[in-house]
């Protein structure tokens, strides 16, 4: 599988959960003109994505599978290296 079909596999399996499954935030407050949603200790400030000059919440979701690739990527160099260290110490 390449990079763009698992963005467009990621952005569906998102895409279909329930709202009622999803995470309730923490909290919800404003501060300084800005609202901003809690989940545990990160806030995410509602109504700031944009692409250029058009607000667009997909923005949202396409940091996330982006960030969901890059974290695998970092889980597999990181079990190459552990499984590298094991076999340094046989």
Known sequence: MNIREAEAGI???LAA???EALPEPDKIEE????TIAWFGGTGH???TARRGDTLDPDVHRARGIWQAIEREAV????????AARAEGDR
């Not at 501060?31 to 800005?34: C, D, E, F, P, T």
Request: glycine residues 4%.
């Open 31 to 34: 501060h300084r003109g800005a």
């Open 75 to 82: 889980y597999r160099l990181d079990t190459q290296r552990a």
């Open 11 to 13: 952005r569906a399996i």
């Open 17 to 19: 959960i329930d709202d």
């Open 45 to 47: 400030h509602l109504d």
